[in-house]
């Protein structure tokens, strides 16, 4: 199914995405419109232009493949499924994200992977090709965050604030030298590649998405960020 949405109200694409009978969908000419995908579990979304504010909000299960930028709170609260963008994202990626995937090929604004959480076999992941704002994984309880620090252009692969409140889960940034401060409860270790399967896994699936090699990205250094052991957050969230 194709849909052309130049100057289509977001809740009539919405609607005619939902209610279409085909799981392939392709979207031309976005501009804006918000909402495109939330909840969905058995689509497969192709757009072409800027999704407006929560692109796959509460996605469970879908796909979404976009050619351009996307807007804020992308994959806000998603339960499963992969979000995929050729470009950029706004603040809030991943949002209270509690499974799923979500690649971006670009950078991403602040407070990406916002209170992004796991529980059993919910692990989700964000990878960010270029480089975060502030605070990202602020209060993080769980999931993985990788930045590979792609066209950053001398700047640090992070902004200010990582982690602040983070009690799980763990970050990864590629980087030789991190230097921007962390908050005390951060615990930062440098290591020979992404330090885990999982991880490899997810690097090696950004890098086929976006059509590069995953030997660099595989065998550069990285920084692992996770909670401190006496991280006052944690005492908070978790049983001692």
């Known amino acids: 199914m194709k849909i052309r949405a130049n100057g289509m109200h977001y809740a009539a694409l919405n609607a005619a995405v939902r209610d279409s009978e085909e799981t392939d969908i392709e979207i031309s000419g976005c501009g804006g419109q918000r909402y ?52 950029s994202a706004g603040d809030a990626t991943g949002y209270a994200m509690r499974g799923g995937k979500i690649f971006i090929e670009g950078d991403v604004g602040y407070r990406c992977g916002i209170h992004m959480k796991a529980f059993l076999s919910q692990h989700p992941a964000i990878v960010i090709g270029g480089r975060a704002g502030s605070f990202l994984g602020e209060y993080q309880a769980g999931g993985t965050i990788v930045v590979l620090g792609l066209h950053t252009d001398g700047k640090p692969v ?57 030997a660099p990205y595989l065998q550069a250094v990285y920084y692992r960020l996770t909670p401190n052991a006496e991280n006052p957050y944690r005492q908070m969230y978790t049983p001692n």
């Open 36 to 87: 495109l995908g939330a909840g969905l579990a058995d689509r497969k979304i192709f757009v072409y232009g800027t999704p407006g504010n929560a692109l796959g909000a509460y996605l469970n299960g879908a796909e979404i493949c976009v050619d351009g930028n996307v807007q804020e709170a992308t994959g806000d609260t998603m339960n499963g499924g992969v979000i995929e963008v050729h470009g």
């Open 158 to 214: 992070i902004g200010n604030f990582c982690g602040t409140g983070m009690h799980g889960g763990e970050i990864l940034l590629r980087c030789e030298t991190l230097n921007v401060a962390l908050p005390a409860q951060v615990r930062a270790e440098r290591i020979e590649g992404p330090g885990s399967e999982e991880s490899a896994a997810l690097i090696r699936e950004w890098c086929a998405r976006f059509g590069r090699n995953a």
